[in-house]
């Protein structure tokens, strides 16, 4: 049987909370991975932390709807965490771009 992935999740919605529940439901409906999203600073760790949880791959970024909102400081903050997410097997990718 053929198993899904999911490219491009938004698993978290507005925040994390009910995101277990959210993964649990597409394991059980046969989704074998998905790429777990964050579209701003507000999001960047819970987004990693899940990635980690799970085991699942995952993409920061700024998405245009956040963009007014994201701050020099906050890509200053992503420009110095990229050593340790480029050194991290589970992130794939600077995503939610627009």
Known sequence: MLGLID??????????????EALLEAK????LSMVLTAGGPDNWDA???Y???WGL???LGVHPLWAEKTTE??????????PGLL?????IGIGEVG
């Open 7 to 20: 490219t491009h999740s938004h698993a978290w919605v507005d925040d994390w909370s009910g995101s277990d």
């Open 28 to 31: 059980r409906a046969g989704v």
């Open 47 to 49: 987004c990693r932390g």
């Open 51 to 53: 990635a980690h949880r």
């Open 57 to 59: 791959p995952y993409m």
């Open 73 to 82: 400081a906050n890509l200053d903050a992503f420009e110095g965490m990229l």
């Open 87 to 91: 050194a991290d097997p589970l992130f």
